[in-house]
């Protein structure tokens, strides 16, 4: 896939969190060259990362055909007869098992058609396709093709289908569109696509509602502009990418936006793949992917919503990955939260350094929660925790680290409990407004473990069960004061004790982070 590079204009103000300014937290971060695209750029100066907002109003606006601009009045029934077709008004030429649409207008299709629906049109008006009872099939190409129109809007009504089991290299998807897709109404659509995409819009694809089914060899759903779910049900099984916005000539274009919908995706690559950018905003999505979960170029923002990863190598991967509310629960067999360019590893004599790529992972609110055989939140930069509750479970190897950052880690708010091993042992930085602790327990426990973080008085602060096998327990929270002592018991047994605000030295060295107050 051709890499393209961006620049961040329309993002470089400092952002206002709950009407909190959070000067004081600020990250400067020198725009790489993997995300640029000039060879100089000027520092992007970011308080907590992006918030949903400024990136949506830094892309260009999808297109959605809305219930209200269309009509049912004067629509034209089509109706399918096997390998052939008719149809009660103007608007239509029927050609074998060829139905091709020449008009904007409503057309209500029903029957069964081995064959093809086209839609070709000069017209500026929408062309509101009405699939009642319809199932659509075709060997070669796709089952839908739209190849010309301003807008169309697929609106489901019933039980209905389109398949292709057709290799076509230009409409190359079950249902195709060369133009803006709206896909809308109360009905089911199931799509199959053994060779090729299940839908694709070269331009704007948006789901309003439906019950949606796909199964694609390729690509589940894909807009090249971008890709949106507001409502529904939508299923994908993608030996591809699930979900796919690939534009790569246009920096406001390329994202992927979840804004409601409920939505189980299990994928061949990626879980939902953006040459830009992955909001979420609300929704239930629940993906298994064999590759990343979540991958975008720029920015990932997670403002709402439930979001699971059951399943992935990295779990989450952007250059920007921000938390601000909402809930993200991510399972790796890598890294969980990975920010990078792609561009911060240097070979230097006797080992590898990691350059700081200002790479940024910010959790101002909502919940996160990581569960990795890698590291557990890894930036090639910074981490910058203001608010919101983190968990991590980190690698049960020495290897890997539960936060790990070539950059700083600043804990200024919220609560954040990354437990691992103490080789990659990673301490938020002397600057972190808040207190934490680290503790390196006497000899590592395993998963199944009470767990409890107590202060000096013998109140618990802190508790959960072990999911792995960990030595290492890193608490930052308001309930931790610098300088006090704190105990973590296993199984109501002492562990190991630590004084606040004094790192606990990893036994590897690793990156960023984890230096003691001065």
Not at 70 to 79: L, P
Not at 141 to 165: P, Q, Y
Not at 168 to 189: M, P, Q, Y
Request: proline share 1%; charged share 20%; net charge negative.
């Amino acid at each position: 896939m051709k890499s393209r590079k961006y620049t961040l204009t329309a993002l470089a103000s400092t952002i206002v969190i709950g009407g909190l300014l959070l000067a004081g937290c600020s990250t400067t971060v020198e725009t790489p060259a993997a995300v640029s695209e000039t060879t100089t750029s000027a520092a992007v100066e970011q308080t907590t990362g992006v918030v949903a907002t400024e990136v949506l109003a830094a892309n260009a606006n999808s297109t959605t055909v809305n219930d209200d601009e269309w009509s049912m009045d004067g629509a034209v029934a089509i109706t399918l007869n096997g390998s052939s077709a008719s149809a009660d008004g103007d608007g239509v030429s029927i050609s074998g098992s060829t139905v091709t649409i020449t008009a904007a207008g409503t057309y209500v299709l029903s029957g069964d058609l081995d064959g093809q629906v086209v839609v070709d049109t000069a017209d500026e008006d929408v062309v509101a396709l009405v699939l009642d009872g319809a199932d659509i099939s075709n060997s070669s190409s796709a089952a839908i093709a739209v190849l010309s129109a301003e807008d169309v809007v697929v609106s489901l009504s019933g039980s209905n289908s389109v398949s292709s089991t057709g290799a076509d290299e230009e409409e190359n998807a079950a249902l195709f569109s060369d133009a803006d897709l709206t896909i809308s109404g109360d009905g089911s659509l199931t799509v199959t696509s053994t060779q090729n995409d299940g839908i694709t819009s070269h331009d704007d694809l948006m789901i309003l509602s439906g019950d949606i089914t796909v199964t694609a060899a390729d690509d589940g759903l894909r807009g090249k502009d971008s890709l949106t779910i507001e409502g529904g049900t939508v299923s994908v099984e993608a030996g591809g990418d699930a979900l796919k916005a690939d534009e790569d000539e246009d920096e406001t274009s390329g994202y992927v936006l979840i804004a409601g919908g409920t939505i189980d995706l299990v994928a061949g690559d990626d879980g939902v793949q953006a040459q830009t950018d992955i909001v979420i905003t609300g929704g239930e999505t629940t993906l298994s992917a064999v590759d990343d979960g979540l991958k975008a170029e720029v920015h990932i923002v997670v403002s709402g919503g439930a979001t699971t990863v059951s399943n992935s190598y990295e779990g989450v991967e952007a250059y920007y990955i921000t938390v601000e509310d909402g809930s993200i629960d991510v399972a790796a067999s890598d890294d969980g939260i990975n920010a990078t360019s792609g561009t911060s590893t240097t070979t230097d004599i006797g080992g590898v350094e990691e350059a700081d790529d200002g790479a940024l992972i910010a959790v101002t609110g909502g919940e996160l929660t990581v569960n990795s055989e890698g590291d557990g939140m890894d930036s090639n930069g910074s981490i910058l925790i203001t608010g919101g509750t983190s968990t991590v479970f980190g690698s049960p190897e020495d290897r890997e680290g539960a936060l790990d950052a070539n950059g700083s880690v600043v804990v200024d708010g919220g609560t954040v409990l990354a437990v691992g091993m103490t080789g990659m042992a990673t301490s938020p930085d002397a600057e972190s407004e808040q207190g934490w602790v680290s503790v390196a327990l006497d000899q590592s426990a395993g998963a199944g473990e009470s767990v409890q973080v107590l202060d000096e008085s013998g109140a618990v602060i802190a508790e959960f069960t072990s999911v792995k096998t960990f030595q290492s327990v890193v608490l930052s929270s308001a309930d931790v004061t610098e300088g006090s002592t704190y105990t973590v018991t296993v199984g109501g047994q002492s562990a190991g004790t630590a004084t606040a605000g004094v790192a606990t030295a990893s036994t590897q060295g690793g990156g960023g982070g984890g230096a003691p107050r001065p």
